[in-house]
Structure formats: structure tokens, C-alpha cells
């Protein structure tokens, strides 16, 4: 079964710093991974996606993250921190069964400061 | 592009009783799945819906079910409530049934088990 594990359950930053968020995944077949953000009281929004490209993607908001097969790791990061960045960040990962399935972090709260 | 919505946004409901809570899909998308997220978790997988049959289903009893229609709307009933079944229910949809198609999520419907 695949699991991701994201370490740090909140991470702050001040504003204009640089922002790394963790996730590790455990996978018995190449996987798909993913990174949502959620912002208070709504649903997630797709920040960007792995799906076997490039290892390096670009999201949306200025947020990249770097796949590294030998460290199973899909980190996320953004070079300059803006407080509207302040959210619940969840990465997940898929591609184990024959249908649709995310199986997600417990989620990394950042918290932004002026 | 009408986005994912979902009915009601908040619930209260009494430990045994039934509940229905209702999904529309974003245009052109024909997946729908259903995720509950539990205060201060990640969501976790409930089963998918393509074409109208469930293809797939997370670790959730019998008594969580669902219905996907024509129009690919989509319900998620759940029977005999129990307090644990607190927790904010996510309905994604996405327009393709593949393990690399990134999911587009509603809001949410905040249940409450009292």
C-alpha cells in the first residue's frame, strides 16, 4: 500500500523567506504525486503535480517541487513567502490500483509572519 | 466552468440517524470520488464513481454508500450515524478515470454527529 508522510505538522516562516515543506512517500510501483493546499473552510486546490515527466515541476503561485526517486521525497518549496501563502498544505500520492485513488499526508500548516 | 459543488455546506445530525449529502461535478468531468476528512487529518479515501458504478473503494464500512446519475452528479448516504462519522466530506471530480488525473474538489459539507 502507499503512504506519504510529511514531516513538521506546522512550519512558519516570515514573509519574503523561503518556504520548504517535506513529504516522503513509500510506493511499490512508480507513483503519481501531488501537492493541494487547502485555505480555511474550503476544499483543495492543486498546487502542482508529478505524473513520471520532469522531475523538477513548477505549480501554480509560484511553488515548485523536486521528485527524488533515491530519496522517495517530494518536497515543496517557494523562494519568497507571501502572508496569502498561509494555509494547510497536503501532499498525496496515487497509482497502486486500477482506479482513482489519493492517498494524502496529514497535512504541513504553514504559518507566515510579517 | 462551473466548478465542484456540493449541498449542504454544514449539517447536524444525531447519532443513528441517515444522512445524504450531494455532489455536482465540474463540467465534462464523468469521475466522482468521495473523501472524509476528520479535524486535523488528511482526507481519506471513501470510493469512486465512473460511469454511474462504484470502481473503487477505500476502508469505510457498508453502511457508507453513494449513487453517481446520468449527469454524473453524485450522493453520498451514510446510515446509522456514529460520532466518529464527524468530519468535513470532500467531493472531487476529475475527467478521466486515471491514476494521473489530478482531482478538482468542492468545498465541502461539515457534518456533525451530536
Known amino acids: 500500500a502507499q503512504s506519504v508522510t510529511q514531516l513538521g505538522s506546522h512550519v512558519s516562516v516570515s514573509e519574503g523567506a523561503l518556504v520548504l515543506l517535506r513529504c516522503n512517500y513509500s510506493?511499490?510501483?512508480?507513483?503519481?504525486l501531488f501537492w493541494y493546499v487547502q485555505y480555511p473552510n474550503q476544499g483543495l486546490q492543486l498546487l502542482l503535480k508529478?505524473?513520471?515527466?520532469?522531475?523538477l515541476v513548477k505549480g501554480i503561485n509560484g511553488f515548485e517541487a523536486e521528485f527524488k526517486k533515491s530519496e522517495t521525497s517530494f518536497h515543496l518549496t517557494k523562494p519568497s513567502a507571501h502572508m496569502r501563502d498561509a494555509a494547510e498544505y497536503f501532499c498525496a500520492v496515487s497509482g497502486d490500483t486500477g482506479f482513482q485513488k489519493l492517498v494524502f499526508g496529514t497535512g504541513t500548516r504553514l504559518l507566515v509572519s510579517p | 466552468e462551473t466548478g465542484v459543488t456540493q449541498s449542504p455546506t454544514h449539517l447536524i445530525k444525531t447519532r443513528g440517524q441517515q444522512v445524504t449529502l450531494r455532489c455536482s461535478s465540474q463540467s465534462g468531468h464523468n469521475t466522482v470520488s468521495w473523501y472524509q476528512q476528520a479535524l486535523g487529518q488528511g482526507p481519506q479515501f471513501i470510493f469512486q464513481?465512473?460511469?454511474?458504478?462504484?470502481?473503487g473503494r477505500g476502508n469505510f464500512p457498508p453502511r457508507f454508500s453513494g449513487l453517481q446519475f446520468p449527469n454524473y452528479s453524485s450522493e453520498l448516504n451514510v446510515n446509522a450515524l456514529e460520532l466518529d462519522d464527524s468530519a468535513l466530506y470532500l467531493c472531487?471530480?476529475?475527467?478521466?478515470?486515471?491514476?494521473?488525473?489530478?482531482?478538482?474538489f468542492g468545498n465541502g459539507t461539515r457534518l456533525t454527529v451530536t
Open positions: 464513481y465512473y460511469r454511474e458504478e462504484e470502481n
Open positions: 508529478y505524473t513520471s515527466a520532469a522531475t
Open positions: 510506493s511499490s510501483v512508480p507513483p503519481y
Open positions: 472531487a471530480s476529475s475527467p478521466q478515470d486515471r491514476n494521473n488525473s489530478p482531482l478538482h
